[in-house]
């Protein structure tokens, strides 16, 4: 099974993929749109108003501290606020410990890049390739106290590790009661989510699974400004997290970050651009869908769009979801992970659960989702959710 | 060929006599005291085990499973370790919190799920934690998952060590089954026990069954030692019915396990599962009487170090009665006492999920009381610490 990671291969189609956008280059690319495409054009990451291309935008965030909005930033791509929040975590507290496959070289996707070196191999190392061994090993750190950092290398590899995520880490605090022990200092960090040919096993969002856990949290961030913040928040925090970064922005989602050590709260959504219309509610990669779609609705039906971006999809931030829906009475819930079970499903019920939002709805509740199959390698374009899509979702419940 | 290669031998102290198996061999270096100590231990985990089976029998347990034929394992292996270090355990190894300072309160209170038990009554019975007491982590049904947590615990207190080294050094330990080794928990931890150098005792209790599972159907190969080997572990296979060999090894791999900065071990106690496997278990339907009636007898752990303290002019018939006497008036004392406590308060339900309640839980804790409010009749609430107040 693993001697299918390609992994240099990897790497190297994905940088293809996320400068594609820019480059006129000859030749066949994987994101080519189609000659009359007016929705379904790549995202220029340059552009995206999802991104803080200046450090007056980045710094301007009410969530950082005075101090951290007085400090100065840095262009970052999303693997490198990773890792700044990596560097960050290790010298400031001893505690934390990184570790996975191939992580001591700089990682598969350069995650980890010299932090080995600089903290040292008892710190930063590589384990055994076997995703049980790995959070058991984390399990039993985070028992004593220490705050280790697991990596498991695609998300697609973390179901032989799902025993130790849902008996274990998840139960560990609950069944140990008054006796205090918990695993809450673990986080586990994967890639998820489609990078244009990853097929099967390179690009699964599964996030769903471990929502339906109590006992962890689930974050993914949509950029690298969210990306350090809510990392160095999982890291400190006293609940097992899981993080999950979506590798098809390791490369192509670059902005300025703030230099400074800073955290971004969990269970917290964040509304990216307010709207009366229609509430859109998201997170990570299909962000940057939305936003595009809600361009071209916003200029060619006169619309006012509100886009929400969820950050950790569990325990979730219903009140922010709850109050927009109220406000603009449709909803329309964007994921690249399939519809059946989804976060769609969760946060569609919720909304038409609680008795006064379900008053002001307008429309039925829409889920934009990948379809309920297999990622394909050949079709993955036509199973993530794209413009179109979540343009044609908007309309439909506007029109309804 | 695996098959032309001999057995790893069984290291053993004492013979079924209580006598030195090798009398040139210097007596175990244990005070009289000691093994006082362990012999009262063993006796009073079989006794307890004994009676906490019958009284799951009346149904005033939802559960229970004894360690009838290895008390010898837990008790001389815990007796072996250092006070601090850490210990994972599977489920039957309620010698280990014996010898480690269990009270029969703290049994009783997790037996029946009272408001003393730490577990808050979330747990099945024999699902004990100690960290305070014994330094146990709380034990799970799941078989394996245990085994990576000492290797992850056991490197923690490795760096510890590099940062404290004038404090005493510790191990981590876990206890697992023969069947348990088969999982992939097993593999993960050793291999990479070995490959980070951890201070970890992997102690097998093999029994010879995993519920009706004999061992010849759980393995081809020789037992669970012969595993280490390939990990690039040592491993010594131990009598585990002798509670010197039992104890000497153990004491052994934790001066090795501690060498040279980190160092893992493995130790396969060979012993059998004198009882059913649990209370919802009739072994009958699987083995012979006569197969087990040899190690209820000879084989014994209890009635082996019996005979060596009689030998030794330590024990004698009468204190052998009365000792069993006090331990059997003590537990059905404790087990009164323990039922008539309250049950944990009501709020424990949704405690501890997370560190603090999230906006769900105090959502469905709402919703929980305003149905029990409206329905009373239809909960007992009496039994729990505070009634619906506790909520």
Known sequence: MKSLRIIRPTAQVLRAVTSSASSTATGRQYSTSPPNARL?????????????????????????????????TKRMNLFQAINDALSTALATDDSVLLFGED????????????????FGSDRVFNTPLTEQGILGFGIGLAAEGMRPVAEIQFADYVYPAFDQLVNEAAKYRYRDGTNGRGVGGL??????????????????????????????????????????????????????????????LYRAAVEQVPVSSYTLPLSSAEILKPGSDVTVISYGHPLYTCSAAIEHIEKDLGLSVELIDLRTVYPWDKETVLKSVRKTGRCVVVHES??????????AAAIQEDKETFLRLEAPVKRCAGWSIHMPLLYEKLNIPDVTRVYDSIKQVTEY | MPSIIPPIPTFRVMNSHGE??????????????????????????????????????????SFYMVSAGEEGVTVGSAAAL????????????????????????????????????????????????????????????????????????????????????????????????????SEGDFHGALNLAAVRNCPVIFICRNNGYAISTPTSEQYRGDGIASRGIGYGIDSLRVDGTDIFAVYEATKEARRRALEGGG????????????????TSDDSTAYRNKSEVEGWRTHDNPISRLRKWLENQGLWDENQEEKTRNQIRKDILRELVTAEKEKKPALSAIFDDVYEELTEEAKEQKAEMKRIMLKYPAEYDVDEYEGGLAGL
Request: net charge neutral; with cysteine; proline share 8%.
């Open chain 1, 187 to 248: 986080t586990v960090r994967m890639p998820c989510g489609g990078v244009g040919h990853g097929a099967l096993y390179h690009s699964q969002s599964p996030e769903s699974l471990f929502t339906h856990i109590p006992g962890l949290r689930v974050i993914m961030p949509r950029g690298p400004i969210q990306a350090k913040g809510l990392l160095l928040a999982a890291i400190a925090s006293n609940d097992p997290c899981i993080f999950m970064e979506p590798k098809a």
């Open chain 2, 20 to 61: 030195m198996e090798d009398k040139s061999r210097p007596p175990p270096d244990v005070t009289n005291e000691q093994v006082l100590t362990w012999y009262k231990n063993m006796l009073a985990v079989n006794i307890l085990d004994t009676i906490m089976f019958e009284t799951q029998r009346q149904g005033r347990l």
């Open chain 1, 103 to 118: 992580v001591a070289f700089g990682g598969v996707f350069r995650c980890s890049m010299n932090l080995s070196q600089n």
């Open chain 2, 263 to 278: 160092c893992p071990i493995l130790l396969e106690f060979m012993s059998y599962r004198v009882s059913h496997h649990s």
């Open chain 1, 338 to 347: 399939m519809i059946n079970a989804g976060i769609g499903a969760e946060v």
């Open chain 1, 40 to 72: 379904n054009i790549p995202t220029d990451f340059s552009t995206t108003p999802i991104l803080s291309h200046s450090s007056q935008s980045a710094l301007r965030n009410p969530e950082l501290s005075a101090e951290v909005r007085n400090s100065t």
């Open chain 2, 82 to 181: 250092g006070p601090n270090d850490i210990i994972t355990c599977q489920y039957r190894e309620t010698g280990v919190f014996q010898q480690r300072g269990f009270t029969l309160k703290d049994f009783m209170s997790q037996l029946t799920a009272n408001k003393n038990d730490p577990g808050k009554g979330r747990n099945m019975p024999v699902h004990y934690s100690g960290k305070e007491k014994t330094g146990v982590h709380a034990v799970a049904s799941t078989l394996g998952t245990q085994i990576p947590h000492a290797t992850g615990a056991a490197y923690a207190l490795k760096m510890e060590a590099q940062e404290n080294p004038t404090d005493p050094p510790r191990v981590a330990v876990a206890y697992f089954g023969d069947g348990a080794a």
